[in-house]
């Protein structure tokens, strides 16, 4: 990380410290050390419309895991019949630990079973975790090619975008869509 003159950078355990000093030649500095976190910021009511964005955002990004493993793990089952957390592993670009310490947070949530070195199973919750998941990827996907996205982009961009649109975005959507048709 590039500081300006003066201003040290520490990454100290988890927080970043800044120590800040005087550029000044031959003058002595004052040194003072803080969490960047105490950081002055400036004074403007945050709307509770604001907030309630970002607790969106955040239970967006909690639920995405869940349903980007078991869409997968639905889509491995249809096209080989079992998914293995190897073949999750490499689809996902992550490790076997990875997969195994997800896993067992998604039969805690009741939405997969499986046993040691046997392959991983979608409950009754999995499967419609998974339909629903599919389901709204296909439909940003088909939007995004109507738009006249390069199919390759499509791809990325809906698994990136797919998460975190409304009910309400994703009706609109479907409408722009049935119009076309």
């Known amino acids: 990380m590039a500081a300006s003159p003066g201003v040290v950078a520490l990454g100290v355990a988890r927080s970043i410290w800044w120590r800040v ?20 910021t400036k004074t403007k009511r ?9 607790r969106r955002a955040r239970q967006d990004h909690a639920s995405e895991l869940a349903e980007d493993y078991v869409e997968l793990i639905g889509d491995l089952i249809r ?5 293995r ?6 689809r996902l670009g992550v490790t076997h630990v990875t997969v195994a310490n997800t896993v067992n ?3 805690r949530s009741g939405l997969v079973t499986s046993q040691p070195y046997r392959a991983i199973f ?7 975790l998974a339909a629903q998941a599919r389901q709204r990827h296909m439909l940003v996907l088909d939007f995004l090619l109507a738009l006249g996205v390069a199919p390759s982009d499509a791809e990325l961009d809906a698994e990136g975008i797919e998460h975190h649109l409304s009910p309400a975005t994703l009706r609109a ?5 049935d119009r076309g048709r």
């Open 105 to 107: 947070r998604l039969k």
């Open 21 to 40: 000093g005087c550029p000044v030649g031959g003058e002595p500095c004052s040194m003072a050390t803080r969490n960047i976190r105490d950081k002055p």
């Open 79 to 83: 096209e080989t019949g079992e998914a």
């Open 85 to 90: 957390a190897v073949d999750i592993a490499a």
């Open 173 to 177: 959507m479907k409408r722009f869509l």
């Open 46 to 54: 945050v709307s509770a419309s604001s907030a309630a964005t970002h």
């Open 122 to 128: 979608l409950t009754a919750k999995g499967r419609r």
